[in-house]
């Protein structure tokens, strides 16, 4: 149990014992359904997790972070936490990334949406052997959380926080570089690199926009490689598919709206798709077509999460994918394109 808070905190960096449960132990999402009242069900599924934080803080690996304006309690590790992370994740501490800035101090509301944007993506399944004997609901919910369409990746095809450098090295990126909230890698399912974007609705717009000025930085810089070949930097990291003639592939952002704040997602989504029109919306060559930027519009999305002791939280987004057109075709990354995770919200996208 220490191991399973270890890898959550190791990939989340702030996290809920909930959230720790949901990834780590989704079976016992489905035990304790029987306590009268939703908190007491999940205290009781909690519980274990919970008592492993409390080891791990009373060895000096964790922390207690605070609490969400929820009044649920905050988990984080501490510097030799996350090297033990590091460890059980197989992973070198470069590759762990950074802290949240705020962490559970001001409430930690946006780590909790990028765990729970996390969450959804992974869509975890429960062991069904492990919930044998169960009441019929628990069972039967349990089941079809089973048969539902599968998520995208694991804990481990997901980090968190991770420096992307305009400048400087991946140890340490130069001031103006940004942090992607989430990357993911899982090409077993069609997804080789993916980064992503939570807002909760509270920043300004051109704030938001500002973000994909210094993505687009990111993708430009080239540095040589080990075969003394000159490529863009993020190729030196991670795998994608090969440049073909005529065609820069730059990764796909996915930027996702949780309505937590009072700024609506979709005056949101407008606003972000006007302010960065410059990166996506193409320029004409004489001899290949259209050529687009780093960032192509796709279509808004939104996921929802329901566990039985909590409401259903949202979150609307938009995918935006880097160019692979040629001969004057763009190829844009649509829901139906991702695993059905990521269930389609046809949205008005500002006309061109």
């Known amino acids: 149990m220490r191991a399973d808070v270890l890898r959550v905190l190791g990939v989340l ?3 809920t014992a909930d959230q720790i449960q949901r990834l780590a132990s989704p079976h016992l999402t489905y035990r304790h359904t029987a306590k009268k009242t939703p908190a007491k069900q999940k205290e009781a599924r909690t519980a274990s997790h919970r008592g492993a934080a409390n080891d791990l803080r009373r060895h000096g690996l964790a922390l207690d972070g605070g609490r969400t304006r929820g009044g649920e309690e905050v ?3 501490t510097k030799e936490g996350l090297a033990a992370a590091a460890i059980d994740l197989d992973r070198e501490m470069e590759e762990m990334g950074g802290m ?6 001001s409430g930690a509301a946006h780590p909790m949406t990028v765990n729970e ?3 959804a993506l992974i869509r975890p399944k429960p062991d069904l052997d492990l919930v044998v004997g169960e009441p019929a609901e628990a069972v039967a919910a349990a089941r079809a959380a089973v048969d539902a369409p599968d998520g995208i990746g694991t ?4 980090a968190t926080e991770v420096a992307l450098p305009v400048k400087g090295t991946w140890k340490n990126p130069a001031i103006g570089s940004p942090r992607a909230d989430i990357v ?3 090409p077993e399912a ?7 974007e939570a807002d909760n609705c509270t920043e300004e717009a051109v704030l938001i926009a500002a973000k994909f000025d210094k993505y687009a930085r990111f993708f430009q810089r080239q540095e040589k490689d080990t075969d003394n070949a000159e490529k863009p930097l993020w190729r030196t990291r991670w795998s994608a598919p090969p440049c073909e003639e005529y065609e820069r592939v730059h990764p796909p952002l996915l930027l996702v709206f949780h309505q937590a704040g009072k700024r609506p997602a979709k005056t949101q989504m407008k606003k972000v798709a006007e302010l960065t029109r410059h990166h996506w919306q193409g320029r004409w ?10 960032v192509v519009p796709s279509r808004p999305s939104r996921h929802r999460h329901t566990s039985p002791d909590t409401t259903p939280s949202s979150a609307a987004g938009d995918s935006a994918h880097a160019s692979t057109a040629s001969a004057g075709q763009c190829r844009l990354l649509a829901a139906s394109e991702f695993p059905t995770a990521i269930p389609c919200l046809p949205l008005d996208w500002p006309a061109d």
């Open 13 to 15: 960096k702030v996290a």
């Open 155 to 158: 804990l481990v095809s997901y």
């Open 190 to 196: 069609g997804v080789p690199l993916l980064f992503i």
């Open 75 to 77: 988990r984080l590790l």
């Open 285 to 294: 060559h004489h001899e290949h077509g259209l050529l687009f930027g780093p």
């Open 117 to 119: 944007t996390i969450l």
């Open 100 to 105: 949240p800035k705020s962490g559970g101090r």
């Open 184 to 186: 993911l890698t899982a």
